[in-house]
């Protein structure tokens, strides 16, 4: 009775985070310029526009390519998800250090906006399809669009970055946060042959309720060989049910045998994750250890 309980206020209290969040609005100011626009001695820059396929979504993406030349194998890349806003985080000393240790490729997948975040549009792409119904933050045209948007990522915007660098795609790895970390698992459920290491901060896993926690209990260890997965949380009080939510998820990989691996951050709630995992991603695929 006592588990059973303790399972309930855990997913009531899971649920209204989750709303939280999907409803919250954050505080967004105009970006400025990022380090493509001002320039390194490490690294060059590419950008390129896309569009959805319905015309109503409008991206950009910058590729960060090491100066000199690359191995015959190619380098490792890592894809970032909410790409304006992982832009602005990079550094001429971030860049100097990974350049320094394995110099993989940055490929930054943004909206054309000059804001952080399109909200409504990352909401539309980075969220699967949710079986609950009657709910506003459920309705299709506010989310479920992950597979339509993944076509593109994998069937478009990663060629572009492919022709204007060398990339090994035996070291592709994909972050993402939030939302966009709820399309970083959804991708390892639905596509994990298409990159290697996978990285997901403070997942929003109470889309959908417990869908994913449903889906990881389908999941085939043979499908997912040779793939890792990594979740990242803060341990701040607001961050509770998901901590429960990422060990309930963690707990039903291992029984899999799947490699998955959970880091979780002291002192931070859901916002300040952004940065911390993804500067320490970022260091992860070039070799190199430490935040900066």
């Not at 000199?68 to 806003?85: E, F, H, I, K, Y």
Request: hydrophobic share 40%; charged share 20%.
């Amino acid at each position: 009775m006592k588990r059973h309980l303790r399972r309930l206020l855990s997913s009531v209290l899971l649920f209204i985070t989750t709303i939280g969040l999907c409803q919250a609005q954050p505080v967004l100011k105009p970006l400025g310029p990022n380090i493509a626009d001002t320039g390194s001695a490490w690294y060059h820059f590419r950008s390129a526009t896309f569009d959805s396929a319905d015309k109503q979504r409008h991206y950009k993406v910058w590729v960060a390519i090491p100066n000199g030349a690359a191995p015959q194998a190619g380098r490792p890349a890592l894809v970032m998800l909410d790409g304006n806003a992982a832009m602005s985080k990079l550094s001429e000393a971030l860049l100097g250090r990974i350049a320094k240790a394995k110099a993989p490729v940055l490929v930054a997948v943004g909206y054309q906006t000059a804001l952080p975040f399109d909200v409504s549009s990352r909401t539309r792409d980075y969220t699967p399809v949710a079986p609950v119904s009657g709910h506003a933050i459920y309705k299709e045209d506010q989310g479920g669009g992950s597979a339509v948007f993944r076509h593109l990522l994998l069937e478009s915007i990663l060629p572009w970055a492919e022709s204007q660098a060398r990339i090994n795609r035996n070291e592709l790895s994909l972050w993402g946060h939030s939302y966009g970390g709820l399309f970083v698992l959804d991708t390892f459920y639905s596509a994990p042959e298409r990159f290697r290491n996978y990285y997901a901060a403070s997942a929003s896993l109470g889309w959908g309720k417990d869908v994913m926690l449903t889906r990881a209990r389908a999941l085939s260890h043979t499908a997912l060989a040779g793939k890792q997965l990594q979740l990242d949380e803060g341990d701040d009080q607001s961050t509770m049910p998901a901590q429960d939510y990422n060990a309930q998820l963690v707990e039903i990989l291992k029984q899999k045998g799947i490699d998955v691996n959970y880091r979780v951050y002291p002192g931070l709630g859901h916002g300040p994750m952004f940065d911390a995992s993804l500067l320490e991603t970022i260091n992860a695929v070039a070799g190199v250890a430490g935040v900066g």
